[in-house]
């Protein structure tokens, strides 16, 4: 049978488009914004007091095309936490550290349907394996870096993520603290998941690394330059740098669109159809595969932790950008005279 036989390995065919024009991209972006600016539903993250500070009023947007072109309106450059943004883009470098299949096989890759902290997800399986975008699987992928010390481990976490930016990125270290002292769930899910040898290490090591990543300083045109990065197999387009390999960017891509959104990652495919990252500081990062990203930071949250402004401009964005992975128009056959 031919799902029995083996493919021969050979040049990879990608599905590619362009953006509209540069003025073209400029005059969305900015209707966009205009259009939401507006919006007051959802409420600032309180799970840290560092997060309820932030200004509500707070929206702007970044479009990064994988041609470098860069467009941004609003307050696209006011830095803000990554939090779960960073998941994603730790994944890529672990995966391009230790291998696609070693990450998957150790951390799991199916929607768990289940909160984002959810310690049922962890116990249900024999192995604890969920997902690279929940909290215990990015906890579980973030344990896989390696070093001498917990600070050389970091380095080169931090070093990595800051290269999919295209610069140093700082740590908040007021978020920081403040999620030391609270990050109790975290550090439970770390512990049922050193049980279940899912981790190889003190669990208390892999939570403060994850927490570090979590703490990083973005701004939304940081994101929208990730997400390009990944769009653009693996370069980071402003500054020519490969961060990892198209294999693992196309690998991160998929783990985005499984879960990237939590239980509300179908919906978001289905209004969307993209992949994208949503995180509690107000960022979301929305990646268009061969075309670009567009990254946006508006702090009121939905329900589910999701910025509202952020998600309606990436709808918005998505048609009128043809970004969606999944919409096509029926070819039209050219009549012979």
Not at 2 to 29: F, K, M, N
Request: proline letters at 4%.
């Amino acid at each position: 049978m031919a799902d029995q036989e083996e493919v021969a390995v050979g040049h990879r065919y990608t599905s590619t488009g362009d953006l509209p024009g540069h003025r073209a991209r400029g005059e969305i972006l900015r209707a966009t914004h205009e259009r939401y600016r507006h919006v007051v539903d959802g409420q600032v993250s309180r799970v840290y007091p560092s997060l309820e500070r932030a200004r509500p009023e707070h929206f702007g947007l970044g479009l990064v095309g994988v041609s470098g072109s860069t467009q941004e309106v609003g307050d696209s450059r006011v830095e803000f936490t990554i939090m779960s943004v960073a998941k994603p883009f730790a994944f890529a470098l672990a995966a391009q550290a230790v291998g696609i299949d070693t990450v998957i096989e150790r951390v799991g890759v199916d929607a768990t349907g289940l909160p984002f902290n959810s310690a049922y997800a962890v116990e249900r399986t024999v192995d604890g394996r969920t997902n690279p975008m929940v909290n215990a699987g990015a906890i579980a992928t973030t344990s896989l870096f390696t070093g001498t010390s917990l600070d050389e481990r970091w380095e080169g976490l931090a070093e990595g993520l800051s290269r999919f930016a295209g610069h140093e990125l700082d740590l908040d270290q007021d978020v920081l603290a403040c999620a030391r002292e609270t990050n109790f769930r975290n550090r439970a899910l770390a512990m049922l998941l050193r049980e279940l040898s899912a981790l190889d290490e003190d669990p208390l090591t892999a939570v403060e690394l994850y927490t570090r990543q979590s703490c990083l300083q973005v701004t939304a045109v940081d994101l929208a330059v990730m997400g390009a990065t990944l769009a653009d197999g693996g370069v980071n387009p402003l500054t020519g740098v490969r961060v990892v390999d198209a294999e693992v960017a196309r690998a991160t891509l998929v783990v985005m669109t499984v879960a990237g959104l939590y239980e509300t990652s179908g919906d978001w495919l289905m209004r969307v159809g993209i992949p994208g990252k949503s995180g509690i500081g107000g960022g979301i990062v929305a990646v268009s595969p061969g075309k670009g990203a567009l990254g946006s930071f508006s702090p009121p949250l939905d329900r589910e932790g999701n910025s509202v402004r952020g998600q309606l401009a990436a709808r918005a964005m998505s048609y009128e950008l043809g970004l969606d992975l999944l919409a096509s128009e029926p070819v039209v056959p050219q009549v012979s005279p």
